[in-house]
Nanobody, 126 residues
Framework: QVQLVESGGGSVQAGGSLRLSCAASGGTFSRYTMGWFRQAPGKEREFVAA????????YYADSVKGRFTISKDNAKNTVFLQMNSLNPEDTAVYYC???????????????????WGQGTQVTVSS
């Protein structure tokens, strides 16, 4: 069973940066497509970014494109989310997720991911 543990969340002022990490244990990390989702109070969980296990290609939500960067270190079993130019609308609990699928058309669907972390809070103040 794969376990995911996020870290790196916190409070930052608008315009600032944070780097989230998600460490995986168990399973074959290199064969999982890894994604980041977020959920703000009163809102549904939404896709943020994903990186494919097979091609290494990244995918982003339009709202974060150009500001966030996802990367994956298979040797360290860790996926990262570098978040720059943060704004208050980015405030949410951020979740790391992993799934054993390789079709890029599935990355935005939460139910395609089999493993989830516990989440880390990101708060951006204006």
């Amino acid at each position: 069973q794969v376990q995911l543990v996020e870290s790196g969340g916190g409070s930052v002022q608008a315009g600032g940066s944070l780097r989230l990490s998600c460490a995986a244990s168990g399973g074959t990390f290199s064969r999982y497509t890894m994604g980041w989702f977020r959920q703000a109070p009163g809102k549904e969980r939404e896709f943020v970014a994903a990186i494919m296990w097979n091609s290494g290609s990244p995918y982003y939500a339009d709202s974060v494109k150009g500001r966030f960067t996802i990367s994956k270190d298979n040797a360290k079993n860790t996926v990262f989310l570098q978040m720059n130019s943060l704004n208050p609308e980015d405030t949410a609990v951020y979740y790391c997720a992993g799934g054993a699928f390789g079709a890029q058309g599935l990355v935005r669907r939460p139910y395609e991911y089999s493993f989830w972390g516990q989440g880390t809070q990101v708060t951006v103040s204006s």
